[in-house]
């Protein structure tokens, strides 16, 4: 669909009204969903000749329909689900279906790319590459850049190899669909367990289990504790540090990185900083980071993280002491 189609479908579904419209979207597939609705959120006002128009035509296409059912495969799904009830109803649909039933692929389309791999990671790669064919060519490559290097190679070699899929292959494909459709209680948990809280718990051990359940999860794999690590104390956490902590810490750090680093603070932390400053050197920040004007989020993020770094050093050293447990015990 051109530009001059997209701004015609918008105005149709402005003039049905949110009910109707909305109606309209559950219909379509995700990408016409998302461009819809860019078109209809940069549209301020439209002539009424423009809306006439766009009426007019609907009216005539519509018209020239002679179609009982607009799609015939939903309704009798949606007939069957409601005389037999989903499970009874369900059994049939795949038998009157053939495997031409899709509903599996098309929910993968909606979901987060990073959510797709996760669900696909342990499959097997002709697997794999029979659902990511279904998918859009950008969505199916975001899944693939979250696969290990390996993994991501056999599947585009599956891909690139495909030729039809047989019978066969559909039944183990909707096994699989079977069980992503079944994960999504899994996908609603996916805030749960990760290396956030780890290290949450982690942080509640104390120094000495800290650093064994650490130096065991480095051996096995380094990148997964350094992230651990990371996630342990976090910029907005200096504030639990006492005012001799932070002015250890700010011996360390160059004035430049400090006021990029302060841009993401929080005022809390902000304050706590100028307080264990020098009430000149604390004016000045203020002026520095009043005047200084967008600062890219890498670019803060990256120097919290080399404040961070500094604390870990500074802990390593015995100059500085982190709260562990209770917030009011220190070790």
């Given amino acids: 669909m051109d530009d001059h189609g997209l701004e015609s479908a918008a105005i149709l579904l402005m003039s049905l009204g949110e009910e109707e419209a909305s109606e309209v979207f559950k219909h379509l597939a995700p990408k016409e969903v998302q461009r819809l609705g860019e078109t209809i959120a940069r549209m301020k006002a439209v002539s009424r000749e423009r809306v006439e128009q766009v009426i007019d035509k609907f009216t005539t296409v519509a018209a020239e329909q002679h179609m009982l059912v607009a799609d015939t495969d939903e309704y009798v799904k949606s007939v069957?689900?409601?005389?037999?009830?989903?499970?009874?109803?369900?059994?049939?649909i795949d038998r009157i279906m053939q495997g031409s039933d899709v509903s599996g692929l098309e929910s993968l389309k909606w979901m987060d790319a990073g959510a797709v791999a996760e669900l696909l990671r342990n499959e097997?790669?002709?697997?794999?590459?029979?659902?990511?064919?279904?998918?859009?060519?950008?969505q199916a490559s975001a899944v693939l850049k979250a696969f290990s290097e390996r993994h991501r190679n056999e599947v585009m070699v599956r891909i690139a190899t495909l030729d039809g899929i047989q019978p066969m292959a559909l039944k183990d494909l909707n096994e699989v669909m079977g069980k992503v459709l079944a994960g999504g209680d899994k996908l609603k948990k996916a805030s749960l367990g990760g290396v956030k809280a780890a290290a949450?718990?982690?942080?509640?051990?104390?120094?000495?289990?800290?650093?064994?359940?650490?130096?065991?999860?480095?051996?096995?794999?380094?990148?997964?504790?350094?992230?651990?690590?990371?996630?342990?104390?976090?910029?907005?956490?200096?504030?639990?540090?006492?005012?001799?902590?932070?002015?250890?810490?700010?011996?360390?750090?160059?004035?430049?990185?400090?006021?990029?680093?302060?841009?993401?603070?929080?005022?809390?932390?902000?304050?706590?900083?100028?307080?264990?400053?020098?009430?000149?050197?604390?004016?000045?920040?203020?002026?520095?980071?009043?005047?200084?004007?967008?600062?890219?989020?890498?670019?803060?993020?990256?120097?919290?993280?080399?404040?961070?770094?500094?604390?870990?050093?500074?802990?390593?050293?015995?100059?500085?002491?982190?709260?562990?447990?209770?917030?009011?015990?220190?070790?």
């Fill in 80 to 92: 069957l689900r409601k005389a037999l009830g989903d499970d009874k109803a369900n059994l049939l």
């Fill in 200 to 331: 949450e718990i982690i942080n509640l051990m104390g120094n000495a289990v800290e650093t064994a359940v650490l130096d065991y999860i480095r051996e096995a794999d380094a990148d997964l504790a350094q992230k651990i690590q990371d996630n342990m104390f976090t910029f907005d956490d200096l504030i639990k540090l006492d005012d001799k902590g932070v002015q250890s810490l700010l011996k360390e750090v160059q004035s430049e990185s400090l006021v990029i680093a302060l841009k993401g603070a929080t005022p809390e932390l902000r304050e706590r900083i100028f307080k264990n400053m020098s009430t000149r050197a604390a004016e000045t920040l203020r002026e520095d980071l009043e005047s200084r004007g967008p600062v890219r989020v890498s670019e803060v993020e990256s120097e919290q993280k080399e404040m961070l770094k500094t604390v870990r050093r500074l802990v390593d050293e015995g100059q500085i002491a982190l709260a562990s447990g209770a917030a009011d015990e220190f070790v």
């Fill in 124 to 138: 097997h790669p002709q697997i794999v590459a029979a659902i990511l064919v279904h998918l859009d060519f950008d």
